[in-house]
């Protein structure tokens, strides 16, 4: 069955300092791969994806994630956390390939402290 | 464009009683979905559609029907609300143009089940 795991229900840290949130994943075939963010009382909004190509994905408000396939993980990645990143991470897969059956995590809070 | 729109906000409901939940969007996409999100389970998929006419289940369609007779418009309607409905709603809506997984999401409505 196709899942998604965010090991992490929460991660702290400093401003200024890098952040990692992280994702692994089991799917049939190949994966279609998404970060979404959600701010309190908010719907989601769209991070980034992976489809196919360059491993090293680049996406909104300086954002980046990385497949890696011999992993199954596709972690979220910033050099430097600002506290308005502080929010609820979701990660997700979709399950066969461009059919929006979107397969979510439980999500993970990031909390950066000024 | 308001984007992915939800009514109401907020709903109180006594067990046994019936509601619609309202989502439009004025993006002309082809794919809507309703998701709802508990805590540390993520958003779960119930019903989507894939234009005008079809729709289809998720993972968790059980006391839940959904109709699309417009590109607009998807409501969700709940027949008989039971305590285990309780959560929030997310509507969601995407383009075949974006790969269809770049979703856009409402912003969410909360219903509490008495």
């Known amino acids: 069955a196709q899942s998604v795991a965010q090991p992490e229900d929460q991660v702290n840290v400093a401003e200024g300092n890098p952040l990692t949130v992280k994702c692994t994943y089991s799917v049939s075939g190949n994966p279609y791969l998404f970060w979404y963010v959600q701010y309190p009382n908010r719907g989601l909004q769209f991070l980034l994806k992976?489809?196919?190509?360059?491993?090293l994905v680049k996406g909104s408000y300086g954002f980046e994630a990385e497949f890696n396939k011999s992993q199954t993980s596709f972690h979220l990645k910033k050099p430097s956390a600002l506290v308005s990143d502080s929010a609820l991470y979701f990660c997700?897969?979709?399950?066969?390939?461009?059919?929006?059956?979107?397969?979510f995590g439980t999500g993970t809070l990031l909390a950066v402290q000024p | 464009n308001a984007g992915v729109t939800q009514t109401p906000k907020f709903q109180v409901l006594k067990t046994g009683q019936s509601m619609t939940l309202q989502c439009a969007q004025d993006?002309?996409?082809?794919?809507m979905s309703w998701y709802r999100q508990d805590p540390g389970m993520g958003l779960r998929l119930i019903h989507y559609s894939v234009g005008a006419g079809i729709t289809d289940q998720g993972e968790v369609p059980n006391g839940y029907n959904v109709s699309r007779s417009t590109t607009e418009d998807f409501p969700l309607r709940l027949l008989s609300a039971a305590p285990s409905q309780t959560s929030v709603y997310f509507c969601?809506?995407?383009?075949?143009?974006?790969?269809?997984?770049?979703?856009?999401f409402g912003p969410g409505t909360r219903l509490t089940v008495l």
């Open positions: 969601a809506s995407s383009s075949r143009d974006r790969g269809f997984s770049e979703q856009f």
């Open positions: 992976y489809i196919t190509g360059d491993n």
């Open positions: 997700a897969v979709d399950r066969a390939g461009a059919t929006n059956k979107l397969i």
């Open positions: 993006m002309n996409h082809e794919y």
